[in-house]
């Protein structure tokens, strides 16, 4: 949740004003029986009304890249924690004139484990595999795609929640 941000996150979106809910864009809780289509229209939808106009009214283009950063640690957190128990997915985006920062929890335990902690804020592959029915993920692309553009990784074990954040001085935007 917005207020329970940890202070590494709220250091990477230079908190400063009065209230983190300020700096909160967006917060979804996705049902266990949403579809990948649902997914990649519910991140189109807050990529075009939320996102794009944010950093154009700053001047800022940004690049359909993070359309990607966004959706897929959402289907991560959905097809792999999010349905197998029957527990909702939640996302949460922030946007400040310097970074985005997006929030991913599935339910789970996978992102209350120290073991996986580790590896993703060192950006290492962990090499526990969670098999899904849905023949449209699982082709251990994504990980290695969020590593990849992300400024920002931190997993809050007590909440279960994974932060990724992009810097709006990197590839993905232009000032």
Known sequence: MAKDLPNEVRSFLDYSKNSIDDYLASSVKIESTGSLNNLR?????IFRNKVKP??????IIINNGIFNFLLEPLKNAHFHGG?????????ELFLSPSVLVSSYA????YFTR??????WEN???FS?????????IGYEVGTPLIYGMADLIHVNTA?????????????????
């Open 41 to 45: 229209e519910i991140i189109a939808d």
């Open 54 to 59: 944010y950093y154009s009214q700053k001047g």
């Open 83 to 91: 349905t197998r128990k029957n527990h909702a997915t939640l996302f």
């Open 106 to 109: 599935d339910g789970g335990p």
């Open 114 to 119: 120290e073991d996986v902690k580790q590896f």
């Open 123 to 125: 950006k290492r592959l």
């Open 128 to 136: 526990e595999k969670h098999r899904v029915s849905n023949k449209e």
């Open 159 to 175: 909440s279960g929640r994974l932060y990724l954040g992009l810097s709006v001085l990197g590839h993905y935007f232009t000032l």
